[in-house]
């Protein structure tokens, strides 16, 4: 029986901590975000050369903490530039992160986030994070929530 307990236990803790699902489809994103009352929250990284991008993702999107925070709350979007070979995407995801960059990014800037409506208008946009903690995080995206 205590066999028992601790495998139930276990596995409610690694459910509980499931990744929020990520995409770059902003009409997909927007869909959800309507269905779901939720804001977007739109990232540019280069996930295999931007130093920077690498640790906001590991520091702080990756967290318990802010996946926890972003479960009801976002819809993650990830508009990733890899540069090595074997993390190349896809030709339609290619196609569709150059476009999205075009209109959120054509300074180019990395890592870059972006809080959207569920219409695609954007709310806030910030480079980079002064504290690589996700509490700072939430706390540039939560006044926008408060307001919806």
Same mark, same amino acid.
């Given at each position: ?27 997909? *994103?927007?869909?959800?975000? $309507? ?5 977007? @929250?739109? /990232? #540019?990284?280069?996930? &295999? ?48 992160? *150059?476009?999205?960059?075009? $209109? ?5 800037? @990395?890592? /870059? #986030?972006?809080?959207? &409506? ?31």
């Amino acid at each position: 029986m205590k066999k028992i307990l601790i495998v139930v236990f276990i596995l409610s803790f690694v459910n509980s901590y499931a990744a929020e699902p990520v995409t770059n489809d902003l009409e997909a *994103a927007k869909q959800e975000a $309507k269905a779901g009352h939720k804001l977007i @929250f739109m /990232k #540019f990284s280069g996930s &295999d050369w931007c130093v920077p991008c690498i640790n906001v993702q590991k520091k702080v999107i990756d967290t318990e903490e802010f996946q926890e925070f972003a479960h009801t709350r976002l819809v993650l979007m990830n508009i990733d530039f890899p540069r090595q070979k074997k993390n190349m995407l896809s030709a339609d995801d290619t196609k569709k992160n *150059a476009a999205l960059a075009e $209109k959120y990014n054509r300074e180019g800037l @990395f890592p /870059k #986030f972006l809080l959207l &409506d569920e219409n695609g208008t954007v709310l806030a946009q910030w480079t980079g994070l002064e504290k690589m903690e996700p509490q700072y995080l939430e706390s540039k995206i939560l006044p926008y929530i408060e307001k919806k």
